[in-house]
């Protein structure tokens, strides 16, 4: 089946250090996502790309980094600069001409 | 810049009633309008959209809603709820050029349905 995959679905990290999310889309997708969700604020855009190896900030980049080396992959890495990095991450891609966005299932990122 | 405000962070209602979420957005130009859901620790599944055309939009689940310009509204109704209804509701607008969809979400809405 097409979709969107993100694993692992929850996640414990250490203070200080990195973590890398996993994003793969089978749905031959131009644009890929990173939104952060917390309880009462939505959905905020960490990083963006249109095409295979180019990217964009999005609003609350700071303390990620992000590579997109296949158009099918798109990982995400929480560093340690990462003031508040618990949170629930979701992973989107749409089409280059659509307008609507597929979601992966997320990620529950926790620092212990 | 393109933003969306959604009126009321929870909203509860009995089984069987009208189910209403309201949804307001700021855009400059003719936006592209979305009303997500989401259930507890899943991903977020579309319930329906705007692009152009007929300004009621019918979606799955029996939702539906309609654009008002003049409003600058999308509010999002079913005529009667469920009980499996109860989830979190995000209403998006679309930014963005060159084809690709940068969506700007509101805060969203949490639906209770009591029995």
């Known amino acids: 089946d097409g979709g969107i995959t993100q694993s692992p679905k929850y996640l414990f990290r250490k203070e200080g250090q990195n973590v890398t999310l996993s994003c793969e889309q089978n749905?031959?997708?131009?644009?890929m996502y990173w939104y952060r969700q917390d309880p009462g604020q939505g959905l905020r855009l960490i990083y963006y790309?249109?095409?295979?190896?180019?990217?964009q900030k999005g609003d609350i980049a700071e303390g990620y980094s992000v590579s997109r080396e296949k158009k099918e992959s798109f990982p995400l890495t929480v560093t340690s600069a990462q003031k508040n990095p618990t949170a629930f991450y979701l992973c989107?891609?749409?089409?280059?001409?659509?307008?609507?966005?597929?979601f992966g299932q997320g990620t529950r990122l926790t620092v212990v | 810049a393109q933003s969306v405000t959604q009126l009321g962070s929870h909203v509860s209602v009995s089984e069987g009633a009208l189910v209403l979420l309201r949804c307001n957005y700021s855009?400059?130009?003719?936006?592209?309008l979305f009303w997500y859901v989401q259930y507890p620790n899943q991903g977020l599944q579309l319930l329906l959209k705007?692009?152009?055309?007929?300004?009621l939009v019918k979606g799955i689940n029996g939702f539906e809603a309609e654009f008002k310009k003049s409003e600058t509204s999308f509010h999002l109704t079913k005529p009667s709820a469920h009980m499996s209804d109860a989830a979190e509701y995000f209403c998006?607008?679309?930014?963005?050029?060159?084809?690709?969809?940068?969506?700007?979400f509101g805060a969203g809405t949490r639906l209770a349905v009591h029995p």
């Open positions: 749905l031959n997708h131009d644009a």
């Open positions: 790309s249109q095409i295979v190896n180019d990217f």
């Open positions: 989107a891609s749409s089409p280059r001409q659509g307008h609507q966005a597929f």
């Open positions: 855009s400059s130009v003719p936006p592209y």
């Open positions: 705007y692009t152009t055309g007929a300004t």
């Open positions: 998006a607008v679309s930014e963005g050029s060159g084809g690709y969809n940068k969506l700007i």
